[in-house]
Each structure stands twice: as C-alpha cells, then as structure tokens.
C-alpha cells in the first residue's frame, strides 16, 4: 500500500466548476500537508500549505485535512482553463523543508 | 523571492556518458536541497537529499554511486548521473529549502529532461 493515494484522473470540468481534488494516506505522523499545482514539463508551484488538522482558504483555492481521517482535499472554486494541470498533493511529518511524499497527482482539465 | 533554478533545461546524450545537472537558489540561501525524478504520468521519487558541505543521503534503492550530488554551497547544487542509460531518461527535478522553520517549505525548479540515447 502506498503511503499516499491519489486517483489520477483525468478530471474534466467545464469552466466555472467547483472542483474536488483528495488524497488520503495511512502514516499518521504526516502533519504537514501541501498541494502542488504542475504545468506540463515544468517544476511543480506550490498552491496550498496547512498544518495539522482544519481549513485554509486563498482566493479560488481550500483546503481541507481531516487528520482523523487521514484525507486531505483541494477545492478550487470557478475554475478557469488555467487551471488545467496536474495537481500533486505531499505530506511531511516534519515539515514541509523536509522529506516530502507525494501523491501520483490527479490530472485536471478545465474546457471553456 | 524563492527562485530556484536548473541547468541545463534538457540534454540528450550517449549511453555510457555522465550527465551533470546544477541546481541553484538564486535569491536565498538553502540550508538543504532534494532531488527527484519523475517518469512520465507518475508522480516524483525522491532520490537524495543534499545538505550543503556534507555527504547526501540517498533513497533506498537510488544508488549512491551512480547518482552523484554535490552540494559545495548555499545556493549550487549538482547531480551527476554516471555511465547514463536508457532507463535512467526521465525529468529530474531539485527543489531547495531555507531553513528548518516550521512553516517552511521547498521550491522546486524547472526540471531537466534527460535522453539517454
């Protein structure tokens, strides 16, 4: 069992979705939690960053962790054709400067 | 700010040769930097990590040898694949780290593609 799963996708959604993007891992000591956003070809850009357990939102973008769970969600509210990318999600146990374990990434794309 | 940069972007080379790849931070010191490498359609594996003026420390099954990494300064780090092969073409990615602050985080480059042909 891998220590994050991620469903691949492809997700396709008109533009203007709500979008829903999880992750759920079974190491309970991932306390650190990340979403990545990664455009073909090119390094990944880091969206979203929350600690322990709750909600943090920026601009069109949640996130959720449910520590009890073990499940983390990215929202990404009227989505737009830029958006179109892969979406990683990563976790640490003890910090988001250290080790990181990524999720496969959920490929997402937006159609005008 | 938190720039990180690699060079070269691609390279296509012989089988048998080395490859070397520069991972910089250019506006910030980092304390420690990651490498990865990321196959198509699957997510990234982190291969090492770097801290500046020690060894790195390689993942279970990433070979220490072969994947060489260098982190002579702050803000330069390099990895070196030696005698590359076909199997070892893939996108590899660093990513950098200030400081060991809680709320701190990595910044990843670009990425190098690499063929081995």
């Not at chain 1, 990181?100 to 959920?106: D, H, P, S, W």
């Not at chain 2, 972007?9 to 990651?34: H, N, P, Y």
């Not at chain 2, 040898?65 to 260098?70: A, P, S, V, Y």
């Amino acid at each position: 069992q891998k220590e994050v799963e991620q469903d691949p996708g492809p997700l396709s959604v008109p533009e203007g979705a709500i979008v829903s993007l999880n992750c759920t891992y079974s190491n309970s000591a991932f306390q650190y939690f990340m979403w990545y956003r990664q455009y073909s070809r090119k390094g990944p850009e880091l969206l979203m960053y929350t600690y322990s357990s709750g909600n943090k939102e920026d601009g069109r973008f949640t996130a959720q962790v449910d520590k009890s769970s073990k499940y983390i969600s990215l929202f990404i509210r009227d989505s737009q054709p830029s958006d179109s990318a892969t979406y990683l999600c990563a976790m640490s146990a003890l910090g988001g400067y250290n080790k990181l374990i990524f999720g496969a990434g959920t490929r997402l794309a937006v159609h005008p | 700010g938190a720039v990180v940069s690699q060079h070269p972007s691609w390279v296509i080379c012989k089988s048998g040769t080395s490859v070397k790849i520069e991972c910089r931070s250019l506006d910030f010191q980092a304390t420690t930097m990651f490498w990865y490498r990321q196959f198509p359609k699957q997510s990234l594996m982190l291969m090492a990590t770097s801290n500046e003026g020690s060894k790195a420390t390689h993942e279970q099954g990433v070979e220490k040898d072969k994947f060489l990494i260098n982190h002579a300064s702050l803000t330069l780090s390099t990895l070196t694949v030696t005698s590359a092969h076909p199997e070892d073409s893939s996108f590899y990615i660093c990513s950098a780290s200030r400081d060991s602050g809680s709320q701190e985080t990595q910044y990843f480059g670009p990425g190098t593609r690499l063929l081995v042909l």
